[in-house]
């Protein structure tokens, strides 16, 4: 049974060193794939449009976007296929 200051010191590096590696990759990330800016007031289009995940199965609608023909949302690591596009 290890002494309770050597289980504290081993638990404060695991944590210290988790801190770390998630500051690291979040900054590498928010370098090398920059969020896009956000849309500009009035670019928004109304758009009715039905995806589905082809992995879980789960189903969403999309009201508003950029185009009216936008890029499918991805769920489970991939793109969602389009189910039923309607045209209002
Ligand atoms: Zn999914």
Request: with cysteine; charged share 20%.
């Given at each position: 049974m290890p002494a309770f200051s050597t289980v504290m010191w081993v638990l404060g590096a695991v944590v210290l060193f988790f801190f770390l590696w998630f500051v690291g990759t979040g900054m590498l990330r928010s370098t090398t794939t920059p969020l896009p800016p956000p849309p500009p007031e009035g670019e928004l289009r109304k758009v009715n449009l039905r995806y589905r995940c082809?992995?879980?199965g789960v189903e969403m609608r999309l009201?508003?976007?950029?185009?009216?023909?936008p890029a499918p949302p991805r769920h489970c690591g991939d793109d969602m296929d389009l189910t039923a596009p309607i045209y209002e």
């Open positions: 082809s992995i879980c009201t508003m976007a950029t185009a009216e023909d």
